[in-house]
């Protein structure tokens, strides 16, 4: 049977809407006859989703990344070398050069003239058009301009296929498939509403404003301590609820000497976001960059009204009137905005929140992402005249 195989820079703590889609994919993958593998970084073999995955029966490899991540090009073209391997693909950047110089090499020792395809998925902005540094612009349309010929690229979002376009990538090698979310992860809850506020010492009549900021500046997070400062001068029942990691820790800290004030809470990641999503009034995203949020939709999938800086990486939202924009980094603007949603009575919440129900399922599911991928696939293998 012939493989597919995944090799992805992702060793998060929870597994996320990205490991739930890979699920689905492998699901698909098998279903069109082929087999697959999963390449990560050694640490995600701590991780409790990657010993799940082992358990289930996926083939599931680690990589060293204790030194150059050159040092997979070895790993990954022994795996490449063998004659049922179809297709590589990988996601988050930090590995796509070394797939790339992986896989002539595998070619070379099984002697083939076939090219395996290699496709790069594409799941944030390219850094060439907004990274401030020469250099750092240099490399990257070195990069997706000159070293990425024949490699296949795959946006999670329209602005991401402009800008692939924009750094020197045929417009023939780009497949834009928008990311799908996993319906039942991320609205069915395990723990109450009442079980979570009492966790993060609220009470029921607080109006709950949820986000996620992993990188506090390219997240907004100093937008939003802006903008909810002002906000809770009228109405003192709101709350900001931030999820993140030490870095998050560590602005929260250095932004308020360590005495945060009484509206906030900065919580640490869970694999239960539905809980989170049920315990929240209004989801915000004052990014400033983005790829494709899953949280976004996972949001709109929970009827949560949802407010958003007004980025490329996010404009899919505009098809739901429940999704209000603002201008983004414009605290003041935000303001506004969080006070009209706020305002918005029982009704044209409803409506609102519906709509965004109804495009989560309709547009974003993670099914229907994954027969897309499918499609890719075939295109690709077609094109490179590999039959499998």
């Known amino acids: 049977m012939a493989t597919v195989v995944h090799v992805a820079g992702f060793s998060s703590p929870y597994g996320g809407n990205f490991i739930a889609s890979l699920a689905q994919l492998r699901k698909s993958c098998m279903e069109a006859g082929w087999d697959t593998a999963f390449l990560f970084p050694e640490v995600a073999r701590e991780r ?9 029966g996926w083939d599931v490899r680690c990589f060293p990344t ?15 070398a063998q004659e049922d391997v179809c297709l590589v693909h990988t996601h988050f950047v930090d590995y796509d050069l070394p ?7 595998g070619m070379a020792r099984r002697r083939s003239q076939r090219r395996i395809p290699l496709l790069w998925h ?16 240099v490399a990257m349309h070195a990069k997706y301009g000159v070293l990425s010929r024949g490699v296949h690229m795959i946006p999670v979002g329209r602005s991401v296929a402009r800008q692939l376009i924009a750094v020197g990538v045929s417009e023939e090698r780009v497949h834009l498939v928008e990311n799908g979310i996993d319906l039942c992860r991320a609205t069915i809850a395990a723990r109450s509403t009442d079980e979570v506020l009492a966790d993060l010492s609220l009470d029921e009549s607080r109006r709950v404003l949820l986000m996620f900021g992993w990188k506090p500046i390219l997240k907004g997070v100093d937008t939003a301590l802006e903008a909810i400062a002002a906000v809770y001068a ?12 030490d870095e998050l820790n560590t602005y929260i800290a250095e932004q308020f000497d360590k005495d945060p004030p009484p509206w906030l809470r900065v ?4 694999e239960d976001v539905a809980s989170l999503f049920h315990s929240a009034d209004i989801f915000l995203a004052p ?10 939709c996972e949001a709109m999938a929970n009827k949560l009204p949802v407010v958003l800086g007004d980025i490329p990486g996010v ?22 905005v969080l006070v009209e949603v706020l305002d918005w009575d029982e009704e044209t919440r409803a409506k609102h929140g519906e709509a965004n129900e109804h495009l989560a399922y309709a547009d974003f599911n993670v099914t229907s992402w994954s027969e897309r991928m499918i499609v890719v696939y075939r295109e690709v293998l077609a094109r490179a005249g590999v039959g499998c």
């Open 48 to 56: 409790a989703w990657f010993e799940l995955l082992a358990q289930d």
């Open 66 to 80: 204790t030194a150059s991540r050159m040092r997979l090009v070895p790993l990954l073209a022994q795996l490449v």
């Open 99 to 105: 797939a790339l110089a992986a896989r002539w090499l």
């Open 122 to 137: 594409a799941h944030s902005e390219i850094d060439a058009l907004t990274s401030v540094a020469c250099l750092r612009r």
């Open 234 to 245: 009228r109405f003192p029942a709101v709350a900001l609820v931030i999820v993140g990691t």
């Open 267 to 270: 919580v640490a990641p869970v």
């Open 287 to 296: 990014s400033r960059s983005e790829g494709f949020s899953y949280s976004v």
């Open 315 to 336: 404009s899919w939202a505009r098809r739901s009137p429940g999704a209000v924009f603002f201008p983004a980094g414009d605290a003041q603007a935000l303001m506004d």
